[in-house]
């Protein structure tokens, strides 16, 4: 099960924090990120974080401006979004990549930009 939390209401140029805790015995995780959907577009990679090397990749359109990172919990990652952009609304889903292969997505969280 993955528990995502921390949407809401930000400005622009503003910061806000995601955060995504997988429970229950889950196996062995290859990756956690996050996906967004925006109102009429397609669900895209934002971040993702690679728990075995650390790795964290980024989209384009966010890069410089958001860190995933890993948390003290054991399966369980953030998304610090920082100078927020009014293209950065939409629904955030938290998702999780076993390495057998399976996939999980949570319930998304939405994000609102505005002044």
């Known amino acids: 099960q993955l528990q995502a939390s921390g949407g809401g209401l930000v400005t622009p140029g503003g910061s806000l924090r995601l955060s995504c805790v997988a429970s229950?015995?889950?196996?062995?995780?290859?990756?956690m990120g996050w996906h967004r959907q925006a109102p009429g577009k397609p669900s895209d990679m934002v971040a993702r974080?690679?728990?075995?090397?650390?790795?964290?990749q980024y989209a384009d359109s966010v890069k410089g401006r958001f860190t995933i990172s890993r948390t003290d919990a054991q399966n369980a990652v953030e998304l610090l979004m920082s100078s927020v952009k009014p293209e950065d609304a939409g629904v955030y889903s938290c998702?999780?990549?076993?390495?057998?292969?399976?996939?999980?997505w949570g319930q998304g969280t939405q994000v609102t930009v505005s002044s």
């Open positions: 229950g015995s889950i196996g062995k995780i290859l990756f």
């Open positions: 998702t999780i990549f076993m390495y057998d292969n399976r996939e999980y």
């Open positions: 974080f690679f728990f075995s090397s650390a790795i964290a």
